[in-house]
């Protein structure tokens, strides 16, 4: 956990937003800190907007608001800068890696768990997530961190017989959805095998308890759909309609073949990680009676089908699967380790157990790039916090490519475009302090605007 968590670390060290999607979250989060209960974007639209386009809008819904809340209050707590607005996510996925060690040890054993763990504290994808580096990111590592609590505090319902694990559980459900809505629900059917293994439960005790927690999850989601129905019916119908087009549109060009997924695995968690794949599914079918296996099986098989036939599909939508590809990786090491001592090509099967271990080590060098030099703190960013210490009042951007950053980095109202000279005098006259962006191709008809002031801020290119 520690060594996980200097790695989380130095790879959210980047003294800059990530252009997709980390600005957008940053963004919102830094809005949240004034208005928890109104998410937005553009927090004060001068200009006409869409409300559809929720990359430039005012109401954002776009996402659901447990991982911005607790960003916000990062922020609110250690100040607007870019290690604050990670903090969350790398404590909860070194956090994680304790998780994965606790379900691999009820599932199989205390060995298992422990590199399965490792697993998960070097995982490329996991570590590059928690540092926004790539799209999705804080958001899937909440939504993967609540799915494990929730298993967690699922086996602890069975071996304590407390209901108060039961509703903690159900919490966790809750909690997931609020972080990346209904495939939380994959959840329900591990609780219910992990319940049914036990053998401690009538059938009569486990429905009530079921009933339990699924009215706690219920409790804890719910409100939050209610209230933006009621105070954004327009955006919140919108994205709704939108979330469900993912399954049958491709949006932003994100999509990839039936088999995308099976293909990312590959990439994400080593290129060995079929052969584990296929002796779990063996072992399983030998004896399909095994409810832990099954359980296992539910969590990996369920939401690879299902984010397969979605028309949408990107790496990360399939994250919460990985401790569970964990396991079972971490399962058929150790059977390979033993059968590899009776055997005559021994050399062969420790050269495979090596490159087990050696592989994920291999793509999370590849993604946390400890040896490359680059510019983890550019110009552009220093320009933006500069120009912030101006304290400028009721202030406008024009002309400034990165307009959610610069929003983040100041409390100005920032526009990639230009307006129209009638509008700016418009804005003038009402009060605001207009600036635009020289980008050595202003014309002399803005430049003559009197009560603009041309601003000469760095090039936006991150090195």
Request: net charge positive; hydrophobic share 50%; with cysteine.
């Amino acid at each position: 956990m520690v060594c996980g968590l200097a790695l989380r670390f130095y790879t959210a060290s980047d003294s800059y937003l990530h252009p997709w999607d980390e600005r957008y979250h940053a963004l919102v989060a830094k809005n949240l800190i004034s208005h928890p209960l109104t998410p937005t974007l553009v927090d004060n639209p001068v200009l006409p907007y869409d409300y559809k386009d929720w990359t430039a809008n005012h109401v954002w819904v776009h996402k659901q608001p447990l991982p911005l809340w607790a960003m916000a209050g990062s922020m609110w707590l250690f100040g607007v800068n870019e290690m604050a607005l990670r903090l969350p996510s790398m404590l909860l996925s070194t956090i994680g890696i304790w998780l994965c060690f606790f379900i691999g040890s009820y599932f199989f054993n205390r060995k298992t768990g422990y590199l399965a763990a490792f697993f998960f504290s070097i995982n490329g994808l996991i570590i590059e997530l928690a540092s926004g580096r790539t799209a999705t990111d804080h958001i899937d590592i909440f939504f993967l961190f609540f799915v494990e609590l929730a298993i967690v505090f699922s086996i602890l319902f069975t071996q304590k017989q407390a209901t108060i694990y039961n509703v903690l559980a159900g919490i966790s459900v809750g909690a997931a959805i609020l972080s990346k809505w209904l495939p939380a629900l994959i959840v329900v059917p591990i609780w219910l095998l992990i319940v049914m293994d036990s053998g401690k439960m009538t059938a009569k005790a486990v429905f009530f308890q079921l009933l339990i927690l699924l009215a706690t999850c219920i409790l804890v989601f719910l409100p939050w759909q209610l209230y933006i129905y009621h105070a954004f019916p327009v955006e919140a119908a919108w994205e709704a309609s939108f979330n469900v087009k993912h399954l049958t549109e491709v949006l932003e060009k994100n999509t990839g073949p039936f088999y995308y997924f099976i293909e990312r695995i590959r990439i994400n968690y080593g290129e060995l990680i079929y052969l584990p794949m296929i002796w779990f599914l063996w072992m399983f079918i030998k004896n399909p009676g095994d409810k832990k296996r099954l359980a296992i099986a539910i969590w990996v098989i369920v939401p690879l089908l299902f984010f397969s036939i979605a028309k949408t599909k990107m790496q990360a939508y399939i994250l919460f699967i990985s401790p569970a590809l964990f396991i079972i990786t971490a399962e058929f090491f150790f059977i390979l380790n033993d059968y590899r001592k009776s055997h005559k090509l021994n050399w062969l099967f420790s050269l495979i157990l090596i490159l087990f271990i050696a592989l994920p080590v291999r793509f999370m060098i590849e993604r946390v790039k400890p040896f490359e030099q680059k510019n983890r703190n550019p110009d552009w960013v220093i320009d933006l916090r500069k120009l912030n210490d101006r304290k400028i009042s009721k202030g406008l951007l024009f002309n400034y490519d990165r307009p959610i950053e610069a929003m983040f980095y100041t409390d100005l109202t920032v526009y990639a475009h230009i307006a129209g000279r009638d509008e700016i005098n418009v804005l003038i006259k009402d009060g605001f302090q207009v600036m635009v962006n020289d980008d050595n191709k202003l014309t002399d008809d803005i430049k003559a605007i009197k009560g603009i002031t041309i601003e000469k801020l760095g090039r936006t290119h991150v090195d």
